[in-house]
């Protein structure tokens, strides 16, 4: 009878460990909730942490979820959660995690808006730069179309967001996409609202 190697035990013991912690995020009691988010970071956080396909979707679907807690408390763990995850997971599911996140910025509820646009500032600034390409393809037309929204805090949001895509990213971008960012925050430069013009890039 073959052994399981130490390896492949260590491999089902994390995942034991996170179905349980992926549980406990789910209990009504808001300091459970808490718990299990900082045992959730605390996993991720670990170098010789990699969890298989099913366990990134599982792992990414309730950090979003998480983003969205009644508890400011979980929120702000939920969004430190993304700095390690974007950096372990495959590049569909940071793309899953962008366009969501996007979406919440752009429509969501002002609350939700603030903790998603932290949320994405940080995927922006943590996800590898192998994953460039798809971070300008999927964010800056959402967000150039953001910084043209008629509600200030969408549109301010949007450029502080865009801001950092260009600094870390820019120099992936099409001539066409260059051209539509480019306009899109010179026409908010010339425009007469100072909350506006103080938080384009120059």
Known sequence: RTRPSRATSAKEMTSFTVASILEKTTNRDKDFRYMATSDLLAELSKETFKPDSDGERKICKCVLKLLNDQSSDVQGLAV?????????????????????????????????????????????????????????????????????????EVKLESMDILNDLLKRFGGHLKEEESDACLTALFKELGSARAAGRQRAPA
């Open 80 to 152: 430190k959660c993304l700095s390690p995850l974007v950096r372990k997971v495959h590049e569909q599911q940071v793309e899953e995690i962008m366009v969501q996140l996007v979406t919440q910025v752009l429509t969501g509820k002002e609350e939700q808006r603030d903790i998603c646009s932290i949320g994405l500032k940080t995927v922006v600034l943590e996800m590898p730069q192998a994953m460039a390409v798809t971070a300008v393809r999927q964010l800056a037309p959402k967000l150039v179309s953001g910084v043209a929204k008629d509600t200030l």
